[in-house]
């Protein structure tokens, strides 16, 4: 009976692994859903990828073999009225070559921004088919 009651609470402790997991990325994430929720009435303007970078996060645990994170963040540029402003978005994959992928793809491609009418240095990338594509061609 031990045995059993273990190896339950073992699989208990691999579920709340994954529920913490989850909730994590959701609060990483957080910021940037509010952002896009507030930017949907925004106005729009041309933009381009002009870098990108990778930051990748890997460990090991007695459960699972190897876990690997990487983010990719995205440096955007778009100029408003003459002024050019700059903003960065970040996408999550789990292997860092993907990542890489993603980046090299997008660096240097023409994007939409939508930014603040009242602070035009508050911008954010739309969601848009290059960026579908890249995520899910790499």
């Known amino acids: 009976m031990d045995r059993v009651l273990r190896e339950v609470l073992g699989d ?7 529920v913490a997991l989850g909730v994590l990325v959701s609060v990483k994430r957080l910021p940037e859903w509010i952002r896009r929720i507030r930017s949907s009435h ?3 303007v041309q933009g381009v990828i002009e870098n990108g970078e990778v ?3 890997r ?3 007695r459960y699972l073999d190897r876990v690997e994170s990487a983010t990719a963040t995205l440096g955007y540029s ?4 003459g002024t050019y402003y700059a903003g960065y978005h970040t996408e999550m994959f ?3 070559q993907k990542t890489w992928s993603y980046v090299d793809a997008l ?3 023409a994007v939409q921004v939508s930014y603040n009418p009242r602070k035009p240095e508050a911008s954010v990338l739309r969601k848009q088919p290059l960026l579908s594509n890249a995520v899910t061609s790499v």
């Open 12 to 18: 208990i402790f691999i579920l709340l692994i994954f």
């Open 107 to 109: 660096r240097g491609q």
């Open 78 to 81: 778009y100029r408003l009225d």
């Open 55 to 57: 930051s990748t996060l």
């Open 94 to 96: 789990t292997h860092e």
């Open 42 to 44: 925004w106005p729009t």
């Open 59 to 61: 460990s090991r645990s």
